[in-house]
């Protein structure tokens, strides 16, 4: 009776609490205006809240800064409008009781005064490219898209998989495959400096890996490209992350604490000088074990794992406001590790299995920028970033007697100095160019056991340092009052080798009024491989380190459409032609590098092989409004790859069609409440694999490809459901929030991959996670 009494205590007492406080609740929004290309504050600038009662509104400062106070929390439309200047509106800002809401507004000035311009609906330009030299396959997305998408657990990564192109077909990885490319092709940027594999449990040699450590706690509104790239993005051909994070409260300090079956986080946020300096902070450690205990293994049946991380950004203006600096960061440690015991029930050769895991990444970087004039600014960075990945593989037989299948150990870290100039010479034209000049260190090595010889071989050896140096040029330029275009180089050296590339980039806007545009985009994309591919060891000699760079031309042709009620309609149609991939030498392989998930290269290659990518994305989109969201996508698509026989073939990737279905409602309470809720849909064609030559494996007591069926089976498709249920109240001075995602609600066991198990001499799957629920409680205050 003790107990029930507590329990009753506890839940009236909570109840209290939430139902405490007048049912008027407002909150602080603050923000500075600036002009988008030169950077200056637009000083007397009209902000304009529309969905108050009475209508709210304030002009901005002369260093571009605003404040509205008592602002009624909920959603809110928010204008700003300048004269010259195209206006901004934001439609569904949230205003919440627990923090302060800072917006960052940039505007454009108008390049032709005085002629009518078509204006495309004001929420859709939210929804545009933040860098705005992207005019093609590119999008923004927001901090807050990443927590209301179903299945997104505050991962930009996750998230992404819902947009057209990209192909989900992992339920425990954050792979992002892009038309068919791998994810070997994938640039990630933070703070305008390119950053190392930025995930827990990091795939060897490539992009993917478990969750990103990235928190929605320090995330501002940031892009995320698919193709045809603006001549700014190098060492990369499949697609381009550019994370931003927001600065702190400079007036105020907040705090947020998040509690989950993923992980713990706790967020602060603050002044050094108040009014001037803050600071903004996250700490995450994941609590993964709980599910593992509850029975949801999210990896596989034996596998525990656990991870964590730290972001902050630091930042220092002068008082004159034309320098500023920053000091920004991330860092991440995950482990994971498979245990086996004694049991009679072993049948196969991965029950014997087991692994430890471990890998660790950090970026951190101070920047500089400086106003030069009214039309010109400065932004140099110099960053320290690493990244190291361990695997170690064993087995055991029914006497517990243990053999080292595999000892590998990657590390690579790099002194990057990135600095760009920005002049706006005139309304219609903007000049932009840049360097990066990379000081890398490396330190690869692989030992795996031959199973024939009993012996270990030296597979990756490589250890030293090399130079990445890169450089563009990009100008953006309005023709007319329809149409803009963009053009420039991007260069790259890699001093390792000698390799180098001249990357030629050029794209178009077109409006055609009512909301209309067409765009076309071109570009010359090339990539440096993994620097394991290099120092791959046959008999004591590296044969690959001579290996030049993956080339891919892209040609995107896309149609959008923007009606006023924010509704979007999207059309590309692309076509990929890659070329200098490496593939195997001899007759009789079938390696080409990008069928790789992950690792580096195992024999002999050269850059002989083609690859050819073609397809089209559809979107059909309903921005937040009216308090609910869709989000449908689409896309059929080929991706196909030659190698040293000439015979093309489909890559791992080519899955031919890739559907998503996502949308969310709230519904909004008197006591200033709101339920969520969303769901995500995932229809995907399978990766394809070679099946093995099961003689030809029993013989060897390992894998043998089948080569005669080089990437002709397709596992099943894959097939998806995500739901996610979440309550939001506002306190007083606090607000709280309580959520549940549902993963695979379905318990669908996807096929992850074929193998070929040399104990049993049979070939059979391995398939992914069942259900998965992760329940979170957040409280900001």
């Not at 064993?394 to 002049?423: C, H, P, W």
């Not at 000698?498 to 990539?527: E, M, W």
């Amino acid at each position: 009776m003790s107990n029930i009494r507590l329990l009753l205590t506890f839940f009236t007492c909570f109840w209290a609490a939430t139902t405490w406080a007048q049912n008027t609740k407002t909150q602080t929004i603050r923000g500075l205006v600036l002009d988008k290309d030169s950077k200056l504050p637009l000083a007397f600038a009209n902000i304009l809240i529309s969905t108050t009662d009475p209508v709210m509104g304030v002009n901005t400062e002369e260093d571009g800064s605003f404040k509205l106070e008592n602002v009624p929390v909920g959603r809110h439309s928010l204008t700003c409008s300048y004269l010259g200047y195209s206006d901004y509106n934001s439609e569904n800002i949230i205003v919440s009781a627990g923090k302060e809401l800072f917006l960052n507004i940039e505007l454009s000035e108008e390049a032709f005064k005085g002629i009518e311009i078509v204006v495309v609906d004001s929420t859709a330009k939210q929804h545009r490219s933040i860098n705005d030299m992207t005019l093609v396959s590119g999008r923004s997305f927001s901090v807050e898209e990443t927590q209301r998408y179903a299945g997104s657990i505050n991962d930009p990564s996750r998230m992404a998989m819902g947009f057209a192109g990209v192909q989900a077909n992992r339920d425990n990885n954050s792979d992002i495959i892009v038309r068919g490319n791998s994810p070997i092709g994938v640039l990630w940027r933070l703070e305008g400096v390119d950053i190392p594999n930025p995930n827990h449990f990091a795939r060897r040699g490539s992009t993917g890996g478990g969750i990103t450590v990235f928190s929605a706690s320090l995330l501002a509104n940031s892009d995320f490209s698919t193709g045809a790239f603006a001549p700014e993005y190098g060492n990369a051909f499949a697609s381009v992350f550019d994370l931003r994070f927001r600065k702190g409260n400079n007036e105020k300090r907040e705090y947020t604490f998040r509690a989950g079956l993923i992980g713990l986080d706790f967020s602060t946020e603050g002044y050094f000088k108040k009014g001037e300096s803050s600071y903004l902070v996250n700490y995450r450690y994941s609590t993964l074990g709980i599910l593992n205990q509850l029975g949801f293994r999210l990896v596989g049946p034996r596998v525990d794992n656990t991870f964590q991380d730290l972001s902050f950004n630091l930042h220092f203006p002068s008082k004159n406001k034309k320098h500023s600096f920053s000091l920004f960061g991330i860092g991440g440690i995950s482990k994971e590790f498979t245990e086996v015991e004694k049991d009679s029930t072993w049948i196969q050769y991965t029950d014997y299995l087991r692994t430890d895991f471990g890998s660790a990444m950090f970026a951190t970087g101070v920047s500089h920028t400086a106003t030069l004039d009214k039309k010109s600014y400065l932004k140099t960075t110099l960053a320290v970033m690493a990244n190291q990945v361990d695997f170690n593989d064993d087995t055991l037989n029914l006497q517990m007697a243990n053999t080292r299948v595999a000892t590998e150990k990657y590390i690579d870290g790099r002194i990057t100095l990135a600095s760009f100039y920005n002049r706006k010479i005139n309304p219609q034209y903007t000049l932009k160019a840049g360097v990066f000049i990379n000081h890398i260190f490396y330190n690869y090595k692989n030992y795996r056991l031959n199973r024939n010889t009993f012996n270990t071989d030296t597979i990756t050896d490589g250890q030293g340092s090399t130079q990445l140096l890169q450089t563009y040029v990009q100008n953006k330029y309005k023709i007319s009052p329809r149409l803009t275009t963009v053009f420039g180089l991007h260069l790259m050296l890699l001093t390792l080798n000698g390799t180098n590339a001249i990357d030629p980039r050029v794209s178009f806007q077109y409006s055609l009024g009512k909301g209309q545009t067409l765009s076309l985009g071109y570009g010359l994309h090339s990539r440096t491989l993994g620097l394991g591919s290099y120092f791959t060891n046959i008999n004591n000699q590296i044969v690959n380190k001579n290996l030049g760079m993956i080339k891919a031309h892209h040609l995107v042709l896309g149609y959008d459409w923007y009606s006023t009620k924010g509704w979007h309609v999207r059309a590309e149609v692309y076509y990929q032609n890659l070329f200098n991939i490496p593939v195997g030498v001899s007759m009789d392989s079938s390696y080409w590098i990008l069928n790789d998930r992950d690792g580096f290269a195992k024999e002999k290659l050269s850059n002989q092989g083609t690859g050819l990518n073609y397809g089209i994305d559809l979107t059909v989109e309903k921005f937040f409004g009216n308090n609910f969201f869709v989000l449908v996508s689409g896309a059929y698509y080929r991706s196909l790859g030659t190698g040293l026989d000439g015979v093309q073939r489909s890559t791992r990737y080519d899955g031919i069609y890739n559907t998503s279905y996502m949308g969310g409602k709230e519904f909004n309470f008197k006591n200033g409440s709101v339920l969520q809720l969303g769901m995500r849909a995932v229809l995907s064609g399978g990766l394809r694999y070679t099946p093995a030559d099961s003689l030809a494996s029993a013989a060897v007591r390992a894998y043998v490809p089948d080569l005669n069926q080089i990437n002709a089976v397709q596992t099943p498709y894959y097939a998806r459901l995500d739901l996610r249920i979440a309550y939001r109240k506002d306190m007083r001075r606090s607000n709280y929030t309580l959520a549940l995602d549902i993963q695979n609600a379905t318990a669908r066991r996807n096929v992850r991959e074929e193998t070929f198990d040399f104990v049993t001499q049979k070939v059979a799957f391995i398939y992914q996670s069942g259900l998965v629920p992760v329940l979170s409680f957040q409280i900001d205050f």
